[in-house]
Protein backbone atom coordinates (compact mmCIF):
# COMPACT_ATOMS: atom_id res chain seq x y z
CA UNK A 1 0.00 0.00 0.00
CA UNK A 2 1.14 3.44 -0.40
CA UNK A 3 0.41 6.43 1.18
CA UNK A 4 -1.50 8.96 -0.07
CA UNK A 5 -3.03 10.56 2.86
CA UNK A 6 -3.06 10.61 6.40
CA UNK A 7 -4.98 8.70 9.01
CA UNK A 8 -7.77 10.37 10.57
CA UNK A 9 -6.99 11.56 14.00
CA UNK A 10 -9.22 14.01 16.77
CA UNK A 11 -7.89 17.77 16.16
CA UNK A 12 -5.51 18.92 18.09
CA UNK A 13 -6.51 19.92 21.50
CA UNK A 14 -7.61 24.13 21.62
CA UNK A 15 -5.68 26.65 23.59
CA UNK A 16 -7.47 26.29 26.58
CA UNK A 17 -6.78 22.71 27.13
CA UNK A 18 -3.14 23.65 26.12
CA UNK A 19 -2.95 26.21 28.92
CA UNK A 20 -4.27 24.00 31.85
CA UNK A 21 -1.52 21.44 30.23
CA UNK A 22 1.19 24.19 30.83
CA UNK A 23 0.06 24.91 34.24
CA UNK A 24 0.23 21.23 35.66
CA UNK A 25 3.50 20.98 33.85
CA UNK A 26 4.67 24.32 35.11
CA UNK A 27 3.06 22.79 39.35
CA UNK A 28 5.35 19.72 38.87
CA UNK A 29 7.71 21.95 39.53
CA UNK A 30 7.64 21.58 43.12
CA UNK A 31 7.98 18.24 43.11
CA UNK A 32 10.25 17.20 40.55
CA UNK A 33 13.44 19.79 39.07
CA UNK A 34 11.39 22.53 36.67
CA UNK A 35 10.96 21.30 33.77
CA UNK A 36 12.16 23.40 30.44
CA UNK A 37 9.14 23.99 28.29
CA UNK A 38 9.64 25.22 24.62
CA UNK A 39 6.99 27.16 23.16
CA UNK A 40 9.20 29.49 20.42
CA UNK A 41 7.22 28.65 16.90
CA UNK A 42 10.95 28.16 15.24
CA UNK A 43 11.88 25.20 17.96
CA UNK A 44 8.76 23.93 17.71
CA UNK A 45 8.80 23.22 14.11
CA UNK A 46 12.23 21.69 14.75
CA UNK A 47 11.35 19.42 17.21
CA UNK A 48 8.50 18.43 15.52
CA UNK A 49 10.99 16.99 12.59
CA UNK A 50 13.13 14.21 11.71
CA UNK A 51 14.64 13.13 8.62
CA UNK A 52 11.77 12.20 6.44
CA UNK A 53 13.30 14.30 3.75
CA UNK A 54 14.17 11.63 1.98
CA UNK A 55 10.86 10.34 0.95
CA UNK A 56 8.92 13.00 -1.74
CA UNK A 57 6.17 11.26 -0.58
CA UNK A 58 6.62 11.89 2.83
CA UNK A 59 7.86 15.54 2.48
CA UNK A 60 4.37 17.03 1.51
CA UNK A 61 2.08 14.81 4.13
CA UNK A 62 4.21 16.14 6.91
CA UNK A 63 4.78 19.94 6.23
CA UNK A 64 2.16 21.19 8.52
CA UNK A 65 2.42 18.74 11.11
CA UNK A 66 3.58 20.63 14.32
CA UNK A 67 4.17 20.11 18.33
CA UNK A 68 2.25 22.60 20.20
CA UNK A 69 4.35 22.32 22.90
CA UNK A 70 7.89 20.50 23.56
CA UNK A 71 8.86 19.47 26.48
CA UNK A 72 12.99 18.54 27.55
CA UNK A 73 13.46 16.09 30.43
CA UNK A 74 16.25 14.80 32.30
CA UNK A 75 14.98 12.87 34.91
CA UNK A 76 12.85 10.04 35.23
CA UNK A 77 10.27 12.03 37.63
CA UNK A 78 9.85 14.69 34.57
CA UNK A 79 8.82 11.80 32.27
CA UNK A 80 6.07 10.77 34.84
CA UNK A 81 5.01 14.37 35.60
CA UNK A 82 5.02 14.88 31.56
CA UNK A 83 3.35 11.97 31.05
CA UNK A 84 0.80 12.16 34.35
CA UNK A 85 0.13 15.66 33.05
CA UNK A 86 -0.99 14.41 29.35
CA UNK A 87 -2.69 11.34 30.11
CA UNK A 88 -5.03 13.92 32.62
CA UNK A 89 -5.49 16.05 30.25
CA UNK A 90 -5.80 13.90 27.31
CA UNK A 91 -3.37 15.58 25.06
CA UNK A 92 -1.36 13.42 22.86
CA UNK A 93 2.52 12.81 23.40
CA UNK A 94 5.14 12.15 20.86
CA UNK A 95 8.75 11.30 22.13
CA UNK A 96 11.84 12.39 20.55
CA UNK A 97 15.99 11.44 20.78
CA UNK A 98 18.07 12.98 18.24
CA UNK A 99 15.60 13.22 15.53
CA UNK A 100 17.29 11.56 12.80
CA UNK A 101 14.68 9.28 11.55
CA UNK A 102 13.83 8.38 8.52
CA UNK A 103 10.22 7.38 8.47
CA UNK A 104 8.72 10.16 10.02
CA UNK A 105 8.78 8.53 13.33
CA UNK A 106 8.76 11.53 15.29
CA UNK A 107 6.92 13.91 13.68
CA UNK A 108 3.28 14.38 15.66
CA UNK A 109 0.22 13.70 13.40
CA UNK A 110 -1.82 15.62 15.92
CA UNK A 111 0.13 18.28 17.87
CA UNK A 112 -0.02 18.04 21.79
CA UNK A 113 3.27 17.53 23.12
CA UNK A 114 6.78 16.66 21.71
CA UNK A 115 8.65 15.12 24.49
CA UNK A 116 13.02 15.51 24.22
CA UNK A 117 14.36 12.58 26.17
CA UNK A 118 18.00 12.85 24.92
CA UNK A 119 18.26 15.17 28.25
CA UNK A 120 18.31 11.51 30.27
CA UNK A 121 22.32 10.08 29.65
CA UNK A 122 23.10 8.03 32.56
CA UNK A 123 25.27 4.73 32.40
CA UNK A 124 23.46 3.54 35.28
CA UNK A 125 25.53 -0.06 35.56
CA UNK A 126 27.67 -2.19 33.63
CA UNK A 127 28.16 -5.94 34.67
CA UNK A 128 31.65 -6.47 34.75
CA UNK A 129 31.32 -10.36 34.27
CA UNK A 130 28.50 -10.40 31.19
CA UNK A 131 29.42 -6.65 29.80
CA UNK A 132 25.20 -6.09 30.08
CA UNK A 133 24.50 -2.24 30.44
CA UNK A 134 22.13 -0.57 31.87
CA UNK A 135 21.56 3.29 30.38
CA UNK A 136 19.18 5.38 29.91
CA UNK A 137 16.79 6.43 26.85
CA UNK A 138 18.72 9.59 25.82
CA UNK A 139 22.02 8.15 25.72
CA UNK A 140 24.15 9.15 22.54
CA UNK A 141 25.50 6.73 21.21
CA UNK A 142 28.92 7.04 20.58
CA UNK A 143 29.00 8.86 24.34
CA UNK A 144 28.00 5.66 25.61
CA UNK A 145 30.53 3.55 23.79
CA UNK A 146 33.21 5.66 24.96
CA UNK A 147 31.78 5.06 28.54
CA UNK A 148 32.15 1.16 27.37
CA UNK A 149 35.98 1.63 26.21
CA UNK A 150 37.43 0.80 29.65
CA UNK A 151 35.55 -1.97 30.36
CA UNK A 152 37.24 -3.45 27.07
CA UNK A 153 33.66 -3.76 25.97
CA UNK A 154 31.26 -1.90 22.39
CA UNK A 155 27.73 -1.57 21.13
CA UNK A 156 26.84 -4.82 19.54
CA UNK A 157 24.60 -2.53 16.94
CA UNK A 158 24.94 0.90 15.61
CA UNK A 159 23.17 3.05 13.32
CA UNK A 160 25.68 4.77 11.22
CA UNK A 161 23.90 7.82 12.94
CA UNK A 162 26.07 6.32 15.77
CA UNK A 163 27.65 9.91 16.23
CA UNK A 164 23.96 11.73 16.79
CA UNK A 165 21.25 8.85 17.85
CA UNK A 166 20.25 8.07 21.04
CA UNK A 167 19.76 4.52 22.33
CA UNK A 168 16.10 5.22 22.88
CA UNK A 169 15.65 6.45 19.49
CA UNK A 170 17.43 3.52 18.05
CA UNK A 171 15.40 0.82 19.96
CA UNK A 172 11.96 2.44 18.88
CA UNK A 173 13.13 3.85 15.58
CA UNK A 174 16.14 1.84 14.28
CA UNK A 175 16.47 -1.45 12.80
CA UNK A 176 20.34 -2.33 12.71
CA UNK A 177 23.29 -0.74 10.56
CA UNK A 178 27.35 -1.00 12.18
CA UNK A 179 27.13 -4.80 13.57
CA UNK A 180 24.10 -6.40 11.68
CA UNK A 181 26.97 -8.63 10.00
CA UNK A 182 28.09 -10.09 13.23
CA UNK A 183 24.60 -9.94 15.68
CA UNK A 184 21.32 -9.62 12.91
CA UNK A 185 19.14 -6.98 13.66
CA UNK A 186 17.42 -5.26 16.85
CA UNK A 187 14.75 -6.99 16.93
CA UNK A 188 16.50 -10.55 16.70
CA UNK A 189 16.32 -12.50 20.06
CA UNK A 190 19.46 -11.59 22.74
CA UNK A 191 19.92 -7.86 21.43
CA UNK A 192 17.69 -6.28 23.93
CA UNK A 193 17.21 -7.66 27.05
CA UNK A 194 15.01 -5.47 29.37
CA UNK A 195 13.45 -1.98 29.35
CA UNK A 196 12.18 0.90 32.16
CA UNK A 197 9.12 2.29 30.76
CA UNK A 198 6.92 4.56 32.18
CA UNK A 199 2.94 4.24 31.73
CA UNK A 200 0.75 7.44 30.33
CA UNK A 201 -1.97 7.38 32.73
CA UNK A 202 -3.45 9.80 35.22
CA UNK A 203 -0.65 8.53 38.17
CA UNK A 204 1.73 6.84 35.69
CA UNK A 205 3.75 3.67 36.87
CA UNK A 206 7.57 3.06 36.30
CA UNK A 207 7.96 -0.54 35.11
CA UNK A 208 10.84 -2.79 34.62
CA UNK A 209 10.37 -5.18 31.53
CA UNK A 210 11.89 -8.38 31.17
CA UNK A 211 13.05 -9.55 27.42
CA UNK A 212 9.49 -10.82 26.58
CA UNK A 213 7.76 -7.89 27.66
CA UNK A 214 10.09 -5.55 26.25
CA UNK A 215 10.05 -7.36 22.50
CA UNK A 216 6.81 -5.10 21.51
CA UNK A 217 8.22 -1.95 22.36
CA UNK A 218 11.32 -2.89 20.55
CA UNK A 219 10.64 -0.72 16.66
CA UNK A 220 7.60 0.59 18.04
CA UNK A 221 7.76 3.97 17.04
CA UNK A 222 7.10 5.29 20.82
CA UNK A 223 3.66 4.22 20.35
CA UNK A 224 3.50 1.75 23.42
CA UNK A 225 5.44 3.22 26.22
CA UNK A 226 8.24 5.84 27.03
CA UNK A 227 11.34 3.86 27.53
CA UNK A 228 13.10 5.52 30.25
CA UNK A 229 16.24 3.16 30.26
CA UNK A 230 17.37 -0.08 28.68
CA UNK A 231 19.16 -3.03 29.53
CA UNK A 232 21.43 -4.41 26.56
CA UNK A 233 23.80 -7.06 26.14
CA UNK A 234 27.27 -5.79 24.32
CA UNK A 235 30.39 -7.05 22.98
CA UNK A 236 34.13 -7.67 23.63
CA UNK A 237 35.52 -4.40 21.97
CA UNK A 238 37.92 -4.46 18.52
CA UNK A 239 40.01 -1.83 16.95
CA UNK A 240 38.32 -2.15 13.73
CA UNK A 241 40.37 -1.57 10.48
CA UNK A 242 38.54 0.33 7.45
CA UNK A 243 39.39 -0.84 4.27
CA UNK A 244 38.29 0.45 0.95
CA UNK A 245 38.59 -1.53 -1.73
CA UNK A 246 38.07 -1.24 -5.61
CA UNK A 247 37.15 -3.23 -8.30
CA UNK A 248 36.77 -2.81 -11.75
CA UNK A 249 33.93 -5.37 -12.43
CA UNK A 250 30.74 -5.57 -10.66
CA UNK A 251 30.40 -9.49 -10.61
CA UNK A 252 34.03 -9.33 -9.57
CA UNK A 253 32.48 -7.30 -6.25
CA UNK A 254 29.26 -9.27 -5.60
CA UNK A 255 31.08 -12.18 -5.53
CA UNK A 256 34.11 -10.47 -2.81
CA UNK A 257 30.91 -8.98 -0.91
CA UNK A 258 29.10 -12.40 -1.05
CA UNK A 259 31.76 -14.62 -0.08
CA UNK A 260 34.05 -12.76 2.60
CA UNK A 261 31.33 -13.44 5.40
CA UNK A 262 31.84 -17.48 4.51
CA UNK A 263 35.38 -16.77 5.39
CA UNK A 264 36.59 -17.04 9.35
CA UNK A 265 37.73 -13.25 9.33
CA UNK A 266 36.10 -11.13 11.92
CA UNK A 267 34.12 -8.34 9.69
CA UNK A 268 31.93 -5.44 11.77
CA UNK A 269 30.31 -4.10 8.39
CA UNK A 270 30.58 -4.87 4.52
CA UNK A 271 28.78 -2.70 2.16
CA UNK A 272 29.16 -2.31 -1.59
CA UNK A 273 28.75 0.72 -3.93
CA UNK A 274 28.20 0.81 -7.27
CA UNK A 275 30.51 2.86 -9.32
CA UNK A 276 28.41 5.87 -9.71
CA UNK A 277 27.90 5.74 -6.57
CA UNK A 278 30.91 5.54 -5.37
CA UNK A 279 32.44 8.51 -7.14
CA UNK A 280 29.81 10.70 -5.16
CA UNK A 281 31.08 9.88 -1.92
CA UNK A 282 33.15 11.95 0.30
CA UNK A 283 35.99 9.70 0.69
CA UNK A 284 38.20 10.51 3.83
CA UNK A 285 41.52 12.68 3.73
CA UNK A 286 44.22 10.05 1.92
CA UNK A 287 41.94 7.81 0.31
CA UNK A 288 42.25 8.92 -3.59
CA UNK A 289 39.09 9.62 -4.97
CA UNK A 290 37.50 6.13 -7.46
CA UNK A 291 37.76 5.83 -11.21
CA UNK A 292 34.89 6.38 -12.68
CA UNK A 293 34.21 2.81 -13.71
CA UNK A 294 35.35 2.05 -10.04
CA UNK A 295 33.06 0.04 -7.83
CA UNK A 296 33.92 -0.21 -4.33
CA UNK A 297 33.66 -2.56 -1.21
CA UNK A 298 34.03 -0.81 2.01
CA UNK A 299 35.18 -2.93 5.33
CA UNK A 300 35.31 -2.44 8.86
CA UNK A 301 37.47 -5.43 9.32
CA UNK A 302 39.42 -6.94 12.84
CA UNK A 303 43.60 -6.20 12.56
CA UNK A 304 44.72 -9.42 12.42
CA UNK A 305 42.30 -9.81 9.34
CA UNK A 306 44.84 -7.20 8.10
CA UNK A 307 47.08 -10.55 7.35
CA UNK A 308 44.99 -11.91 4.91
CA UNK A 309 42.79 -9.43 3.36
CA UNK A 310 45.41 -7.95 0.44
CA UNK A 311 46.06 -11.41 -1.03
CA UNK A 312 42.35 -13.11 -0.38
CA UNK A 313 40.89 -10.04 -2.53
CA UNK A 314 43.77 -9.24 -5.00
CA UNK A 315 42.85 -12.91 -6.35
CA UNK A 316 39.11 -11.69 -7.19
CA UNK A 317 39.79 -8.92 -8.85
CA UNK A 318 39.74 -6.18 -5.91
CA UNK A 319 42.52 -4.09 -4.44
CA UNK A 320 43.16 -2.19 -1.60
CA UNK A 321 43.21 1.20 -2.05
CA UNK A 322 42.61 2.91 1.36
CA UNK A 323 43.11 1.49 4.89
CA UNK A 324 43.11 3.25 8.43
CA UNK A 325 42.44 2.32 12.03
CA UNK A 326 39.20 3.48 12.90
CA UNK A 327 40.53 5.29 16.09
CA UNK A 328 39.45 2.72 18.65
CA UNK A 329 43.03 1.37 18.37
CA UNK A 330 45.13 4.30 19.55
CA UNK A 331 46.44 3.11 22.56
CA UNK A 332 48.03 0.51 20.67
CA UNK A 333 49.95 2.88 18.22
CA UNK A 334 47.35 2.98 15.08
CA UNK A 335 46.57 5.61 13.96
CA UNK A 336 42.70 7.24 14.01
CA UNK A 337 41.08 7.85 11.01
CA UNK A 338 41.15 11.50 9.15
CA UNK A 339 37.74 12.87 7.61
CA UNK A 340 34.58 10.53 7.97
CA UNK A 341 34.27 7.75 9.52
CA UNK A 342 33.83 5.06 7.22
CA UNK A 343 30.60 4.02 8.73
CA UNK A 344 29.19 7.08 7.79
CA UNK A 345 29.94 6.65 4.26
CA UNK A 346 27.51 3.41 4.42
CA UNK A 347 24.15 2.34 5.17
CA UNK A 348 21.68 5.58 4.78
CA UNK A 349 24.88 7.77 4.99
CA UNK A 350 25.21 6.82 1.63
CA UNK A 351 21.26 7.95 0.57
CA UNK A 352 22.87 11.19 2.68
CA UNK A 353 26.13 11.94 0.50
CA UNK A 354 24.21 10.78 -2.90
CA UNK A 355 21.00 12.92 -2.02
CA UNK A 356 23.43 16.03 -1.57
CA UNK A 357 24.08 15.77 -5.11
CA UNK A 358 20.98 14.66 -6.32
CA UNK A 359 18.05 15.85 -4.22
CA UNK A 360 15.89 14.92 -6.42
CA UNK A 361 16.75 11.17 -6.27
CA UNK A 362 14.85 8.69 -3.00
CA UNK A 363 15.87 5.28 -2.04
CA UNK A 364 14.61 2.02 -1.29
CA UNK A 365 15.15 -0.52 1.85
CA UNK A 366 15.19 -3.91 0.88
CA UNK A 367 15.94 -7.26 2.12
CA UNK A 368 17.06 -9.33 -1.37
CA UNK A 369 16.27 -12.74 -1.87
CA UNK A 370 18.86 -15.07 -1.99
CA UNK A 371 20.58 -15.38 -4.55
CA UNK A 372 20.00 -11.83 -4.91
CA UNK A 373 21.59 -11.61 -8.57
CA UNK A 374 18.82 -12.37 -10.65
CA UNK A 375 16.81 -9.34 -8.99
CA UNK A 376 19.28 -6.97 -9.22
CA UNK A 377 19.45 -7.45 -12.72
CA UNK A 378 15.88 -7.75 -13.43
CA UNK A 379 15.78 -4.18 -11.78
CA UNK A 380 18.62 -2.78 -13.38
CA UNK A 381 17.17 -4.08 -16.91
CA UNK A 382 13.76 -2.48 -16.04
CA UNK A 383 14.90 0.86 -14.49
CA UNK A 384 18.04 1.64 -15.95
CA UNK A 385 20.08 4.00 -14.45
CA UNK A 386 17.66 5.43 -12.70
CA UNK A 387 18.34 2.96 -10.16
CA UNK A 388 22.02 2.38 -8.54
CA UNK A 389 22.85 -0.08 -6.16
CA UNK A 390 23.95 0.12 -2.72
CA UNK A 391 24.13 -3.28 -0.65
CA UNK A 392 24.86 -4.07 3.08
CA UNK A 393 25.58 -7.58 3.59
CA UNK A 394 23.82 -8.86 7.00
CA UNK A 395 23.21 -11.97 9.21
CA UNK A 396 19.13 -12.59 9.01
CA UNK A 397 18.16 -15.53 10.82
CA UNK A 398 21.55 -16.86 11.45
CA UNK A 399 22.21 -17.09 7.44
CA UNK A 400 24.18 -14.64 5.48
CA UNK A 401 21.74 -12.19 3.61
CA UNK A 402 22.08 -8.81 1.44
CA UNK A 403 20.17 -5.64 2.42
CA UNK A 404 19.90 -3.15 -0.40
CA UNK A 405 19.22 0.36 -0.16
CA UNK A 406 19.08 1.29 -3.51
CA UNK A 407 19.23 4.90 -4.78
CA UNK A 408 16.43 6.34 -7.11
CA UNK A 409 16.01 8.70 -9.33
CA UNK A 410 12.42 9.96 -8.76
CA UNK A 411 9.58 9.83 -11.08
CA UNK A 412 6.42 10.20 -9.62
CA UNK A 413 4.28 7.97 -6.66
CA UNK A 414 2.79 5.82 -9.78
CA UNK A 415 6.82 4.93 -10.91
CA UNK A 416 7.95 4.61 -7.40
CA UNK A 417 4.44 2.42 -6.78
CA UNK A 418 5.44 0.17 -9.69
CA UNK A 419 9.33 0.28 -8.51
CA UNK A 420 8.35 -1.25 -4.99
CA UNK A 421 5.57 -3.64 -6.25
CA UNK A 422 8.24 -5.30 -8.88
CA UNK A 423 10.86 -5.40 -6.02
CA UNK A 424 8.12 -7.85 -3.96
CA UNK A 425 7.21 -9.82 -7.14
CA UNK A 426 11.31 -10.36 -7.87
CA UNK A 427 11.33 -11.82 -4.06
CA UNK A 428 12.56 -8.79 -1.67
CA UNK A 429 11.34 -7.88 1.62
CA UNK A 430 10.51 -4.20 1.42
CA UNK A 431 10.63 -1.73 4.31
CA UNK A 432 9.12 1.05 2.85
CA UNK A 433 10.38 4.31 3.84
CA UNK A 434 7.93 6.31 2.23
CA UNK A 435 5.00 5.51 4.74
CA UNK A 436 4.19 6.64 8.20
CA UNK A 437 2.87 3.38 10.25
CA UNK A 438 5.13 0.77 12.19
CA UNK A 439 3.91 -2.12 10.16
CA UNK A 440 3.70 -0.32 6.53
CA UNK A 441 7.45 0.70 7.08
CA UNK A 442 8.93 -2.36 8.34
CA UNK A 443 6.94 -4.73 10.60
CA UNK A 444 4.72 -5.90 7.33
CA UNK A 445 1.80 -6.37 9.17
CA UNK A 446 -0.20 -5.88 12.56
CA UNK A 447 1.59 -7.33 15.95
CA UNK A 448 -1.04 -8.36 18.29
CA UNK A 449 1.73 -7.86 20.49
CA UNK A 450 2.49 -4.12 20.33
CA UNK A 451 -1.36 -3.27 20.44
CA UNK A 452 -1.54 -5.05 23.51
CA UNK A 453 1.16 -3.07 24.93
CA UNK A 454 -0.01 0.00 23.65
CA UNK A 455 -3.54 -0.73 25.95
CA UNK A 456 -1.23 -2.00 28.90
CA UNK A 457 0.92 0.98 29.04
CA UNK A 458 -1.07 3.79 27.22
CA UNK A 459 -4.72 2.96 27.76
CA UNK A 460 -5.76 6.37 26.21
CA UNK A 461 -4.03 5.68 22.85
CA UNK A 462 -2.10 9.58 23.28
CA UNK A 463 1.73 8.07 22.55
CA UNK A 464 2.47 9.02 18.68
CA UNK A 465 -0.91 9.05 16.92
CA UNK A 466 -1.23 7.34 13.93
CA UNK A 467 1.65 5.83 13.71
CA UNK A 468 0.13 2.07 14.57
CA UNK A 469 -2.19 1.02 12.17
CA UNK A 470 -2.65 -2.28 14.43
CA UNK A 471 -4.58 0.35 17.13
CA UNK A 472 -6.43 2.18 14.29
CA UNK A 473 -8.21 -0.49 13.58
CA UNK A 474 -8.45 -2.50 16.49
C1 LIG B 1 22.07 9.60 7.57
C2 LIG B 1 21.24 8.58 8.31
C3 LIG B 1 21.73 7.29 8.48
C4 LIG B 1 20.98 6.33 9.18
N1 LIG B 1 21.47 5.06 9.33
C5 LIG B 1 20.75 4.15 10.03
C6 LIG B 1 21.27 2.83 10.25
O1 LIG B 1 22.38 2.50 9.88
N2 LIG B 1 20.48 1.95 10.92
C7 LIG B 1 19.25 2.30 11.43
O2 LIG B 1 18.59 1.47 12.04
N3 LIG B 1 18.76 3.54 11.25
C8 LIG B 1 19.49 4.47 10.60
N4 LIG B 1 19.00 5.73 10.44
C9 LIG B 1 17.75 6.11 11.10
C10 LIG B 1 18.02 6.70 12.54
O3 LIG B 1 19.19 7.50 12.53
C11 LIG B 1 18.22 5.65 13.58
O4 LIG B 1 17.17 4.75 13.61
C12 LIG B 1 18.45 6.25 14.98
O5 LIG B 1 18.85 5.23 15.82
C13 LIG B 1 17.26 6.95 15.58
O6 LIG B 1 17.66 7.49 16.82
P1 LIG B 1 17.13 8.92 17.29
O7 LIG B 1 17.63 9.15 18.68
O8 LIG B 1 17.45 9.95 16.31
O9 LIG B 1 15.58 8.61 17.32
P2 LIG B 1 14.37 9.58 16.90
O10 LIG B 1 14.41 9.82 15.44
O11 LIG B 1 14.34 10.74 17.79
O12 LIG B 1 13.14 8.62 17.27
C14 LIG B 1 12.90 7.45 16.55
C15 LIG B 1 11.59 6.84 17.04
O13 LIG B 1 11.76 6.39 18.37
C16 LIG B 1 10.81 7.00 19.25
N5 LIG B 1 11.52 7.25 20.50
C17 LIG B 1 12.61 8.03 20.70
N6 LIG B 1 13.00 7.96 21.98
C18 LIG B 1 12.14 7.10 22.60
C19 LIG B 1 12.02 6.62 23.94
N7 LIG B 1 12.87 6.98 24.88
N8 LIG B 1 11.00 5.77 24.22
C20 LIG B 1 10.15 5.35 23.25
N9 LIG B 1 10.20 5.80 22.00
C21 LIG B 1 11.20 6.64 21.67
C22 LIG B 1 10.35 8.26 18.55
O14 LIG B 1 9.02 8.61 18.91
C23 LIG B 1 10.42 7.82 17.08
O15 LIG B 1 9.24 7.15 16.74
C24 LIG B 1 19.72 6.70 9.72
C25 LIG B 1 19.23 7.99 9.54
C26 LIG B 1 19.98 8.93 8.84
C27 LIG B 1 19.44 10.32 8.70
Not at 3 to 20: C, G, N, Q, R
Not at 359 to 388: E, H, K
Not at 405 to 434: K, N, S, T, W, Y
Request: proline share 8%.
Amino acid sequence: MALTSLPELPAPVDAEHLAALVADLLASGQEAPPLALIREPAELVRLSRDCHDYSPLLTPLLANCRAQLAVRATSLEQVRCVAGACARRGVPLTLRGAGTGNYGQCVPLQGGVVLDLSGLQQLRAIDPDSGVITAEAGCQLAALDRQLAPHGRSLRLAPSTYRTATLGGFIAGGAGGIGSLRWGFLRDTGNLLGLEVVTVEPEPRVLQLDVAASAPLNHAYGTNGIITALRLPTCERVAWQELVVGFDHWPDAMTALQDLPATALLLDALALLEAPVAQRMPWSGGCPAPAASEHRLLLLAAPDSLEVLPTWLAARGGSVRWQQSQGQGQSQGQRPSRGLPLRELCWNHTTLHWRSHHPDWTYLQLQLPDPATPLIDALRRRWGDGLLWHLEAVRQGGAVRLAGLPLLRFQGPEALRELIQHCRDLGALVFDPHEISVEDGGLGGIDPAQVAAKQRHDPGGLLNPGKLRGWLER
